[in-house]
């Protein structure tokens, strides 16, 4: 895995981003003696685009200002969560190059830190026991417009609480039946701080602690004490936290925690054509509509690695987008740019035929293979030549043979020249039909002394063409994918995001034909197939039968042409 070294930010010489600034000035002013961040995903999914956003901010500022930031997984809601996902977020974030401080963190490490500042503040009489059901408390609460109402038990003597509170612990009273509150104002504006719920009863066992406790924390309970305990200077989160940051700071102003952190708001990523809900990812993995969360359609970190996206694509994206406080939608199309950007530099070239069509080259002699060289990146030399075995009978696609064409067809035409690439030029003759009149084969000749020039004749080739030995190739799948949605904002128009999914957005082809060069390819990864597109070995499908090839992405922006 590839270090990154250096910031991108800072290397671009790009104007500071406003979480930089702010970081800058906690220094420069001795507000912090370091930066300390924390990337804080909840175990209940997989990572996807968004959050890889928020990781390369949360990294890449402790990277860039020497500081550290911890991976700390969010754990109060244990209905929803599992080990599974504790894994795949690790190697995720792993994969994308980052590494965090010391150990794992979970918010669950600190149940009974947290439980007994929820004692400190009953004693101090800022919380109570409140037996009030959801739909009473909703009641209670007021709306954004009017104020709420006390809670009958507001005013239940520290005592009384405390019993309660111990009940609750205990797994004496049932779930729903009470919770305990902050008393904050319920006359509050902001309807955050209108006595918002601390604990709740959850008769379930939790992925770490097990059945240890029955009450659990809120998220807002738990997040800025857990920031506190690890030192975190700056926690930073999406801008639907911001009304959340008064109560974020009333329970650090009122709980005797041993640091004191600062909660900084950004927007989060919205990208076209992309779901970044973690409920409608998992819907769409529930009903079936795709393979798993790491399909490789599926916009989140494990589908994006089986596709051939690599983690410098990624956080380039993340470095390109940039960091504000207003919510925009990104064009998927950048993501892709970003992608092709990285393999073009990056992937070994290839030949493979994806609709393999038979050309016997007549004029060639029977079992003579010549073993041709082709470059292994037009302009990397670190990349390793490739042996091209040529013989009397090679494939090339069905897309690249006509028996007439206007001049526009720059590919083999019946009676017309074409150039297989890093091989001979060849002249079709014949086509050869099915009973059903498909071309099932062509005869060619080979026009002698033409690897690396053009024919002694003059008459030039038409074009370049792929192609493949017949003799010796490798047998693979092809799985073309497409946009998962067709819709800009899958679901803005009837509400529905399951109604914008693309039914073509998964094209399997077998029996194509790839170069002996990839016998030895690794899973993962991702070759340039020439003229195709970049394409990627998937790991799991290959796994028995024929190597599976996913396609990343296609050589050129094909949604951009459409649109013009
Ligand atoms: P949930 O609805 O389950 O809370 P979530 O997407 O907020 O979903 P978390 O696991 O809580 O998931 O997210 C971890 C971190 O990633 C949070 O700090 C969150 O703000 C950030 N994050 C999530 N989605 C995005 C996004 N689209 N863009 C930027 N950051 C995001
Ligand atoms: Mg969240």
Request: charged share 30%.
């Amino acid at each position: 895995m590839t270090e990154i070294t250096e910031n991108a930010a800072v290397k671009a010489e790009k104007p500071s981003h406003f979480i930089q600034n702010i970081l800058r000035t906690d220094l420069e002013e001795g507000n912090v003696a370091s930066v300390v961040t924390r990337f804080p995903p909840e175990p209940n999914g997989y990572l996807h685009i968004g959050h890889a956003k928020s990781i390369c901010l949360n990294f890449g500022m402790a990277k860039q200002f020497g500081g550290a930031c911890n991976l700390r997984f969010d754990d109060t809601n244990p209905e929803k969560e599992s080990d599974e996902y504790v894994e795949a977020i690790k190697r995720d974030v792993t994969w994308l190059g980052f590494a965090w401080d010391g150990e794992i963190r979970f918010t669950s490490d600190y149940f009974d830190q947290l439980h007994s500042w929820a004692i400190e503040l009953i004693k101090a009489g800022k919380a109570y026991v409140c037996d009030l059901n959801a739909d009473q408390a909703r009641e209670y609460r007021g709306t954004l417009t009017q104020p709420g109402k006390n809670s009958p038990n507001r005013d239940r003597s520290v005592d009384e609480n405390l019993a309660l509170f111990e009940q609750m612990r205990a797994g004496e009273l049932e779930e729903g039946s009470c919770s305990l509150r902050a008393k904050i104002d319920m006359a509050a504006p902001n309807i955050n701080l209108r006595d918002p719920i601390i604990y709740r009863i959850k008769k379930v066992d939790h992925h770490q602690t097990g059945d240890k406790w029955c009450i659990y924390p809120s998220y807002d309970f738990a997040h800025g004490q857990s920031d506190a305990i690890e030192g975190v200077t700056h926690s930073i989160c999406t801008l639907e936290f911001e009304d959340h940051r008064p109560l974020y700071e009333w329970f650090i102003a009122n709980i005797s925690v041993p640091a004191k952190p600062k909660q900084y708001e950004f927007a989060r990523l919205n990208l076209n054509y992309t779901v970044t809900s973690k409920r409608k990812l998992r819907q769409l993995v529930e009903e079936g509509h795709v393979e798993g969360w790491d399909d490789p359609r599926m916009p989140t970190i494990s589908g994006m690695r089986r596709r051939g996206y690599t983690p410098e694509s990624l956080r380039n994206f993340c470095e390109r987008i940039g960091v504000t406080r207003s919510d925009s939608m990104v064009d998927v199309g950048m993501l892709e740019y970003c992608v092709r950007d990285d393999l073009d530099k990056n992937a070994p070239r290839a030949m493979c035929v994806l609709r393999p069509l038979k050309v016997t080259l007549t004029n060639y002699p029977e079992g003579k293979i010549e073993r041709l060289v082709a470059a292994g990146h037009p302009n990397r030399d670190d990349l390793a030549e490739r042996e091209l075995p040529f013989g009397k009978t090679v494939f090339i696609d069905v897309e690249d043979f006509r028996e007439e064409a206007n001049k526009k067809y720059k590919r083999l035409v019946l009676g017309k020249r074409v150039r297989l690439r890093n091989a001979y030029v060849i002249e079709a003759d014949e086509a050869i039909k099915n009973d059903a009149g498909e071309i099932i084969e062509v005869k060619a000749r080979v026009i002698e002394n033409t690897i690396g020039v053009d024919p002694e004749d003059g008459v030039k080739p038409k074009g370049v063409i792929h192609w493949v030995s017949a003799d010796e190739h490798i047998e693979c799948d092809i799985r073309l994918y497409d946009r998962l949605f067709n819709e800009e904002v899958p679901g803005a128009a009837d509400g529905d995001f399951l109604q914008a999914i693309n039914p073509d957005s998964l094209q399997i082809l077998r029996g194509a034909k790839v170069e002996v060069s990839l016998r030895d390819a690794q899973p993962a990864s991702v070759y340039q197939f020439e003229r195709e597109g970049y394409f990627c070995l998937d790991e799991q499908h290959s796994k028995e039968g024929a190597p599976v090839f996913n396609r990343t992405i296609s050589l050129r922006d094909s949604w951009a042409k459409m649109s013009q």
